[in-house]
């Protein structure tokens, strides 16, 4: 891997990292950037295992902050996987593969419809996942109903989180490339 590669894994994953750490800072319910670094990664690695692994990986390490630091007390002793972990998994990975499909050509529009998709993937993934858990909502089509009209507030949030998000990694990258394009042929 050149000395250039390696540079522009290195600010790609540290952008990456950094928006999945935002997790820990006070924000709205579900006012995040996972689906924003979803896109992200998936428009600028150039492998596909990195694309998925990186965000994964960024979500994973916040959430052990979160679960073991911000949220200690609701779990007993150290957790390293909470019980919806898989679900969020399998929607990053949804939106990974999402994001390397419509985010071939990196364009205000194209980022603009990956947030909104990225913020739909995870509405309908993560909200399964808490049905499909059965510790809230009854196991029938009225419990799903149920499940996903009160997330409907929460998709709000997630979307307009991904926005501000997509906008300021996406825009700050593209200044980045331009004070060095260098990175951009690697």
């Known amino acids: 891997m050149s000395?250039?590669?390696?540079?522009?894994?290195?600010?790609?994953?540290?952008?990456?990292?950094?928006?999945?750490m935002s997790r820990l800072l006070p924000h709205p319910p579900n006012f995040t950037a996972l689906g924003a670094l979803c896109l992200f990664g998936a428009?600028?690695?150039?492998?596909?295992?990195?694309?998925?692994?990186?965000?994964?990986?960024?979500?994973w390490l916040s959430d052990l902050v979160l679960n073991n630091v911000v949220y200690a007390e609701y779990y007993e002793g150290?957790?390293?996987?909470?019980?919806?972990?898989?679900?969020?998994?399998?929607?990053?990975?949804?939106?990974?593969?999402?994001?390397?499909?419509?985010?071939?050509?990196?364009s205000a529009k194209s980022v603009l419809g990956g947030t909104?998709?990225?913020?739909?993937i995870f509405f309908v993934i993560s909200n399964f996942g808490s049905w499909a858990?059965?510790?809230?909502?009854?196991?029938?089509?009225?419990?799903?109903?149920?499940?996903y009209t009160a997330a409907i507030p929460f998709f709000l949030n997630s979307l307009l989180g991904n926005l501000l998000f997509s906008a300021v990694m996406f825009g700050s990258y593209e200044l980045i490339l331009k004070k060095s394009p260098a990175l951009e042929l690697s």
């Open 3 to 20: 000395q250039k590669s390696n540079q522009k894994f290195g600010i790609i994953s540290f952008m990456i990292i950094l928006a999945a």
């Open 43 to 59: 428009a600028y690695y150039s492998r596909n295992w990195l694309a998925l692994a990186v965000p994964v990986l960024a979500f």
């Open 78 to 106: 150290f957790t390293l996987f909470t019980g919806t972990f898989a679900w969020s998994a399998l929607a990053i990975a949804v939106m990974v593969l999402f994001g390397r499909t419509i985010m071939q050509k990196v």
């Open 116 to 120: 909104l998709g990225v913020s739909l």
């Open 133 to 147: 858990s059965g510790a809230i909502y009854p196991m029938n089509g009225a419990g799903l109903l149920a499940c």
